[in-house]
């Protein structure tokens, strides 16, 4: 996941996928999900931003890992070699 944020004109963009978005669906004033041709989720856009929560925040984040599921893939990849 990649984030944007353009201060200029108060947009947050969520890129969740390299896929090209293919429509729109608006789920509420100012925010819009963007599919792809296939349904999948290639973005999340978020219009006046700084109204809707802590800019700061989304732009500082944590990321935390599920080291066992991890692990789990990484021996499994190693397996297939």
Excluded: C, R, W
Excluded at 43 to 54: D, M, V
Aim: glycine share 8%; proline share 1%; net charge negative.
């Amino acid at each position: 996941m990649k984030v944007h944020y353009d201060e200029e004109i108060d947009a947050l963009y969520l890129k969740l996928s390299d896929q090209q978005p293919d429509g729109v669906i608006e789920i509420a004033e100012g925010i819009n999900i963007d599919t792809t041709a296939d349904g999948k989720l290639a973005g999340i856009e978020i219009l006046k931003a700084s109204n809707k929560f802590n800019i700061n925040t989304i732009l500082s984040y944590t990321l935390e890992l599920d080291h066992g599921i991890l692990k789990q893939n990484t021996t499994e990849q190693g397996a297939a070699l």
